[in-house]
C-alpha cells in the first residue's frame, strides 16, 4: 500500500491551493483519512481528517478555509485550501487508516504519504 500526495506549490496569501492523496495497493477498505502539516521549527499538527462515512474535523486554525473531502472510487482524499495565510506555510502529509490484503489475509495499519510543500508568500 502506498500513498501519494500532490498539489503543493507557491501561493500568495488569500490565494487557493488543492492538494490530493491516493492510495494504492491490494485495498480492501481505507477508514480513515487526515492531512498533517509540519512547518519549520514546529511539530506536526493535525490539519482535518474525515471517516469513512464522511464526517470530518478541522484544526481551529484552518476552520472555514480549509475542506477536506473523499472520493471512495479513485481511492483519494481531498484538501482544498482557500483564503492562504502565510502561517499556512508548512509540509502536508496525508494519512490513512487502510484495511489491505496481505497473503490472503485482511490488515489493518497506519499509512503515510511523502509530504509536499505548501508556501505561501505575504
Known amino acids: 500500500v502506498q500513498l501519494q500526495a500532490s498539489g503543493g506549490g507557491l501561493v500568495q496569501a488569500g490565494g487557493s491551493l488543492r492538494l490530493a492523496c491516493v492510495a494504492s495497493g491490494s485495498l480492501s477498505r481505507i477508514n480513515y483519512w487526515a492531512w498533517y502539516r509540519q512547518a519549520p521549527g514546529k511539530q506536526r499538527e493535525s490539519v482535518a481528517t474525515?471517516?469513512?462515512?464522511?464526517?470530518?474535523n478541522y484544526a481551529d486554525s484552518v476552520k472555514g478555509r480549509f475542506t477536506i473531502s473523499r472520493d471512495n472510487a479513485k481511492n483519494t482524499v481531498y484538501l482544498e485550501m482557500n483564503s492562504l495565510k502565510p502561517e499556512d506555510t508548512a509540509v502536508y502529509s496525508c494519512?490513512?487508516?487502510?484495511?489491505?490484503?496481505?497473503?490472503?489475509?485482511?490488515?489493518?495499519?497506519?499509512?503515510w504519504g511523502q509530504g509536499t510543500l505548501v508556501t505561501v508568500s505575504s
Open positions: 474525515i471517516t469513512s462515512r464522511g464526517r470530518t
Open positions: 494519512n490513512a487508516a487502510i484495511t489491505y490484503y496481505s497473503s490472503s489475509r485482511l490488515e489493518t495499519d497506519d499509512f
